[in-house]
């Protein structure tokens, strides 16, 4: 029995993260080459406007944070652990990122009811659409559920998941506390590979095309088709 | 001196009458897709009326175009940083609400309806969810003014209107109106590209037709919101903005636009200006009441060497020059100053200009009966029934002189053409006229011409394409016909 868990330990979590990562970089990038125009954020504020404020607005912000706590304690775990190391700031952390993340399941189940109730929106909802959806909602749940029931994440994610993480990186993983973590946690990770090896074949490409350029760009976008350049009299102005 | 130049419009209003062949030769070419049946890349509003979107000159709901912020210009939806934070949810952006859900009928219930005792109908069903709709709103619900005053009375040109002017424009059996048709302007200082987060939208180097490059949009929305003349429409279906192209395959391959080629009342001029991109930002900034007279001096002359030389410096075809000389948007705007840009104010530099209407102008004197032969030849302008007020809300940011002047010229004209060929004006009162409108002889001849007498290849001077420089005519658009219009190989799906 054991050694089958182990097996499926094994499949879990060295063989899926990577089919993820190589499913995910190629995708990505040749849905951007040869797909180009079907790289879009597919807003459908333009037909209901105020339930996607509220089901929207919420779930973005709160999984961006969220997310951005997940990028920190991989890349600054002994960071996090020293801030960790008083229990009034190990709370505020806490506290903090339950509520950001309790503000994403809101969100999340707002935008989900919106496109259940408004037949507008249901036009342009596809299956594909339904899919994301759900594992969406299975992975903000058990997040959620985790940071309840298996405090205090911050510092078990930084102390036993990023080791973990890291071997993945130097291609020599290693499972370490992995096999040994709860079930509820397994699941929140086997669901994120699994939304990362999904995304390039859904709509969640839009993260890809964040408009980056857009913060130092001139306001003004001329394109010539004789030139690759601009005219040499614009150059020297 | 940074010479471009720019394919470039004038509408006549005095000659719009309203019939929307414009709007329908364009639906029929481009937007007769899904997700597009909403758009009216040309559309034709009754003024005074709230047009399409509704209250799309309310730039306090819809926060369009530009302002000088501590003396520089900017976007009045976004900073950059107010574009990031809103691009979940833009809180300015109209709905197809504003605009009008678009339906058909259900008429197979004709053909298919069980027998009855009643004649079957066929009911309107939605083009977005094929569910029945009570139809509530379209493109030109006020036309004529239809639903007045709710639609008319809140137009938002007639801020600072007395109540009494106001009254003489809506009183009964004495009404006016007038027909205000409008595409894209393809501005000099366009707002929808400066507000694009992806950088998809850019205004051609050769011709100044503004684009939208479909495989870079990622529908975050901000253009809809930052173009004041609400010509950007966002695609329901694809998740892209599209807009009036003006059917820039038409052009390359020397045809007049749709709508400009369907004209019934020929009231459309095409024709390349001159203008000189290193002046765009100062002279965008300049106060409100000078914006008119800064948008023209941005005007080259075409025909002025230094400009020639610096045209040719900055890889200008000769061909296009040339073109340039004999554009008719050049006599109405530069050397008649008759035709005008609308709403300067919102700071984009409009490439379209309107020659303000005179029609109801005319008609206002006791009891309907045209004097037109007094003392104070031009008070009949200033004392119209659409007031200059008005006028000069749409097409001076609010200051008459320009507005004035022009419709001063073009009566003058009118009165000279009749005391030519009617003869119940006298000679030297129409010559004083002209005098006074700053008007001589011969260039009234030539307004009366190109206004009255135009050819086809009077109205529309397109410039030659140059094959090295269009790169559309190169890739051959038929080959892509009925595919999405835009010229690549790949039908306009949603997402994968």
Same mark, same amino acid.
């Given at each position: ?27 990505? =990038? ?29 779930? %973005? ?110 291609? @020599? ?22 939304? =990362? ?41 | 001196?940074? &010479?471009?130049? /720019?394919?470039?419009? &004038? ?31 040309? *559309? ?63 008429? /197979? ?25 009570? =139809? ?20 938002? *040109? ?6 009494? /002017? ?5 009183? &009964? ?36 037709? &503004? ?126 100053? =008759? ?53 000069? *809300? ?45 008007? @001589? ?24 394409? %140059?094959?090295?420089?269009?790169? /559309? ?19 306009? %799906?949603?997402?994968?």
């Amino acid at each position: 029995m054991t050694q089958a868990f182990r097996n499926a330990d094994v499949l879990l979590f060295v063989v899926l993260p990577y089919l993820a990562m190589f499913t995910f970089f190629l995708g990505t =990038i040749m849905r951007y080459f040869k797909a180009p125009f079907t790289y879009s954020s597919l807003s459908s504020q333009f037909l209901e406007n105020q339930q996607h404020f509220w089901g929207l607005v919420p779930f %973005h912000y709160g999984i961006i944070t969220v997310l951005a706590g997940h990028v920190v304690a991989f890349l600054v775990p002994r960071g996090l652990l020293l801030w960790n190391s008083r229990p009034l700031r190990l709370y505020i952390l806490e506290t903090s990122a339950l509520i950001f993340g309790l503000l994403t399941l809101a969100g999340l189940v707002g935008a989900i009811l919106r496109r259940i109730t408004v037949s507008k929106i249901r036009e342009v909802t596809t299956t594909l659409d339904w899919h994301v959806f759900a594992l969406l909602l299975i992975q903000v749940g058990s997040g959620i559920y985790v940071a309840v029931f298996h405090p205090w994440g911050s510092s078990w994610f930084a102390a036993a998941a990023t080791p973990y993480l890291w071997s993945l990186v130097k291609f @020599s993983p290693d499972l370490g506390y992995m096999a040994m973590m709860p079930f509820a946690v397994k699941l929140h990770i086997v669901m994120a590979y699994l939304l =990362i090896g999904f995304s390039p074949f859904t709509r969640l490409v839009h993260i890809l095309v964040v408009p980056n350029p857009y913060l130092w760009r001139k306001p003004q976008v001329v394109r010539w088709y004789g030139r690759a350049e601009a005219p040499v009299a614009e150059r020297r102005a | 001196m940074n &010479v471009r130049s /720019q394919i470039s419009m &004038v509408f006549h209003l005095d000659k719009c009458i309203g019939c929307h062949t414009c709007s329908i030769a364009c639906k029929n070419i481009w937007t007769d897709r899904r997700g597009t049946e909403y758009m009216w890349w040309n *559309n034709v509003e009754t003024k005074p009326g709230t047009g399409f979107p509704t209250d799309w000159e309310d730039q306090e709901k819809y926060r369009g175009g530009w302002e000088c912020r501590n003396g520089d210009l900017e976007l009045k939806s976004t900073g950059k940083a107010r574009t990031i934070f809103n691009i979940y949810h833009n809180p300015s952006m109209p709905t197809l609400d504003d605009y009008y859900e678009p339906w058909t009928y259900d008429y /197979q219930h004709l053909f298919n309806a069980p027998e009855g005792p009643d004649q079957p109908t066929a009911r309107p069903i939605s083009m977005v969810t094929g569910e029945l709709i009570q =139809i509530e709103a379209g493109p030109n619900w006020d036309d004529d003014l239809g639903g007045s005053p709710v639609y008319a009375q809140n137009d938002p *040109n007639l801020k600072g209107l007395t109540p009494d /002017q106001q009254q003489q424009l809506f009183a &009964v059996e004495r009404l006016v109106f007038f027909y205000f048709p409008r595409i894209c302007n393809h501005c000099l200082n366009p707002a929808c590209v400066a507000a694009c987060p992806s950088g998809a939208l850019y205004k051609r180097g050769e011709d100044g037709i &503004v684009l939208v490059d479909q495989k870079r949009c990622r529908g975050w929305r901000a253009c809809i919101a930052a173009c004041p003349y609400k010509k950007m429409f966002y695609n329901w279906n694809t998740g892209k903005s599209e807009k009036c192209i003006l059917c820039f395959p038409r052009v390359e391959t020397g045809q007049a636009p749709a709508c400009f080629h369907s004209c019934v009342g020929r009231i459309r001029y095409l024709g390349v200006l001159l203008y000189d991109a290193s002046r765009i930002e100062e002279l965008a900034k300049r106060p409100d009441e000078e914006l008119v007279e800064a948008h023209r001096a941005l005007i080259l002359d075409p025909s002025d060497p230094e400009v020639i030389a610096a045209a040719r410096a900055s890889g200008m075809h000769d061909s296009v020059i040339e073109t340039a000389q004999q554009s008719p948007v050049y006599r109405f705007v530069k050397e008649w100053k =008759i035709a005008l840009p609308p709403h300067i104010e919102y700071r984009t530099l409009p490439m379209l200009f309107y020659v303000p209407p005179m029609s109801p102008v005319m008609s206002n004197k006791t009891n309907g009966a045209i004097e037109h032969v007094s003392e104070e030849l031009f008070h009949d302008i200033d004392d119209a029934r659409v007031p200059m007020k008005f006028l000069a *809300n749409l097409f001076g940011a609010g200051h008459e002189a320009k507005v004035r002047y022009a419709l001063r010229k073009q009566k003058a004209v009118r009165w000279y053409r009749r005391a030519l060929t009617v003869g119940d004006v006298e000679m030297s009162v129409a010559q004083r006229m002209l005098t006074e409108a700053d008007c @001589s002889p011969e260039e009234a001849d030539a307004i009366y011409r190109l206004t009255s007498l135009c050819t086809f290849d009077d109205r529309f001077v397109i410039p030659p394409s %140059h094959r090295e420089e269009a790169i /559309q005519m190169m890739q051959d658009p038929l080959e892509h016909k009925q595919d999405t219009g835009f010229g690549f190989l790949s039908g306009p %799906h949603r997402g994968m």
